[in-house]
């Protein structure tokens, strides 16, 4: 299932508070040893598409979900998920109410399916933009820090570099007087070649606009970019985009597929994507995003949290 194709018409959703940093204690006596903060892990609500899909799980409920089934303290939305709610504020104020019930933060609002922010076409790329407002104002509305979006349009590279250096620049001004980020995830083709992003971003030039590095959406031949796309034949480099993202992030997406018998990812190295990210200094969350088929999403999550603590833990 991807994720641009599947809008669930009567789906509900949840949400929360701001990230809360955590800080050190600067008076420990000199008989204790000063604690590290902890690892902060957030869960990304495509991890449970199929059951949200499917009817098993209703999305109104993902907050008390994510702490009661994986003991994990923020998400990041879908908006797919809630695609009749976008513009529905009582709805968000709600949300974030039954967020903070459940002592969840509210972190992102990934956006799809809205148009290109890159279209060829000026008309159609204001529409797109102003598609993404109401995303904005949700965010806003849930306490969320940013939205992150797509990098998506078609025609020459330079012509569709220009056109997404108008709109996301549009999208990032608008955003700014919310004071919510706008972030580009790596989801395939262009979007996947770091220095090209990198590129726009640094052409639009605003602090709140930044990235979201997904562990494994490099591949360039393919929309979406799985680096398991069976499609899939040019990967830019998942730890060099990785490192090449990490300074303009603000947020980490710790992509899974599948395990090996001592819970290690298959296709990505959990450890030496933890040394990237630790040596960017990165201190936001890193969020659980499972996309595996052998293992259900349940347990699909538990094994990337359990990943992710592990790779984390062994780096000092």
Same mark, same amino acid.
């Given at each position: 299932?991807?994720?641009?194709?599947?809008?669930?018409?009567?789906?509900?959703?949840?949400?929360?508070?701001?990230?809360?940093?955590?800080?050190?204690?600067?008076?420990?006596?000199?008989?204790?040893?000063?604690?590290?903060?902890?690892?902060?892990?957030?869960?990304?609500?495509?991890?449970?598409?199929?059951?949200?899909?499917?009817?098993?799980?209703?999305?109104?409920?993902?907050?008390?979900?994510?702490?009661?089934?994986?003991?994990?303290?923020?998400?990041?939305?879908?908006?797919?998920?809630?695609?009749?709610?976008?513009?529905?504020?009582?709805?968000?104020?709600?949300?974030?109410?039954?967020?903070?019930?459940?002592?969840?933060?509210?972190?992102?609002?990934?956006?799809?399916?809205?148009?290109?922010?890159?279209?060829?076409?000026?008309?159609?790329?204001?529409?797109?933009?102003?598609?993404?407002?109401?995303?904005?104002?949700?965010?806003?509305?849930?306490?969320?820090?940013?939205?992150?979006?797509?990098?998506?349009?078609?025609?020459?590279?330079?012509?569709?570099?220009?056109?997404?250096?108008?709109?996301?620049?549009? @999208?990032? =001004?608008?955003? #700014?007087?919310?004071?919510?980020?706008? /972030? %580009? $995830?790596?989801?395939?083709?262009?979007?996947?070649?770091?220095?090209?992003?990198?590129?726009?971003?640094?052409?639009?030039?605003?602090?709140?606009?930044?990235?979201?590095?997904?562990?494994?959406?490099?591949?360039?031949?393919?929309?979406?970019?799985?680096?398991?796309?069976?499609?899939?034949?040019?990967?830019?480099?998942?730890?060099?985009?990785?490192?090449?993202?990490?300074?303009?992030?603000?947020?980490?997406?710790?992509?899974?597929?599948?395990?090996?018998?001592?819970?290690?990812?298959?296709?990505?190295?959990?450890?030496?994507?933890?040394?990237?990210?630790?040596?960017?200094?990165?201190?936001?969350?890193?969020?659980?995003?499972?996309?595996?088929?052998? @293992?259900? =999403?349940?347990? #699909?999550?538990?094994?990337?949290?359990? /990943? %992710? $603590?592990?790779?984390?833990?062994?780096?000092?």
């Amino acid at each position: 299932m991807k994720r641009r194709t599947f809008i669930k018409n009567t789906a509900w959703g949840a949400a929360s508070l701001p990230a809360v940093t955590l800080a050190a204690c600067h008076n420990t006596p000199p008989q204790m040893e000063e604690s590290k903060p902890e690892i902060k892990i957030s869960l990304a609500q495509w991890s449970l598409h199929k059951a949200f899909q499917g009817g098993e799980l209703n999305a109104v409920d993902f907050a008390p979900i994510t702490i009661d089934n994986f003991d994990i303290k923020a998400i990041e939305y879908v908006n797919q998920f809630y695609m009749d709610r976008g513009s529905d504020e009582p709805f968000w104020i709600d949300m974030k109410k039954r967020a903070d019930g459940a002592g969840v933060e509210s972190l992102l609002i990934m956006v799809d399916a809205e148009g290109d922010l890159g279209d060829a076409d000026p008309a159609l790329r204001k529409t797109a933009v102003e598609n993404h407002f109401k995303w904005v104002n949700a965010a806003k509305l849930l306490g969320c820090h940013s939205i992150r979006v797509n990098a998506f349009g078609k025609g020459a590279r330079e012509e569709l570099k220009q056109a997404l250096i108008d709109g996301m620049g549009q @999208l990032v =001004e608008y955003a #700014g007087k919310e004071k919510i980020n706008v /972030l %580009i $995830e790596n989801h395939g083709l262009h979007s996947s070649d770091a220095a090209y992003i990198l590129d726009i971003i640094k052409a639009v030039g605003q602090p709140n606009f930044g990235t979201l590095p997904d562990f494994g959406n490099w591949c360039t031949n393919v929309e979406w970019g799985s680096i398991r796309n069976e499609n899939c034949t040019d990967v830019y480099g998942i730890y060099k985009g990785v490192k090449e993202f990490m300074p303009y992030a603000k947020g980490v997406s710790a992509k899974a597929y599948e395990f090996d018998a001592e819970g290690n990812e298959t296709s990505i190295d959990f450890k030496k994507m933890a040394e990237i990210v630790k040596a960017a200094n990165f201190d936001g969350y890193i969020g659980v995003e499972y996309e595996g088929e052998k @293992l259900s =999403e349940m347990e #699909g999550i538990k094994a990337t949290k359990k /990943l %992710i $603590e592990k790779a984390w833990g062994v780096i000092e």
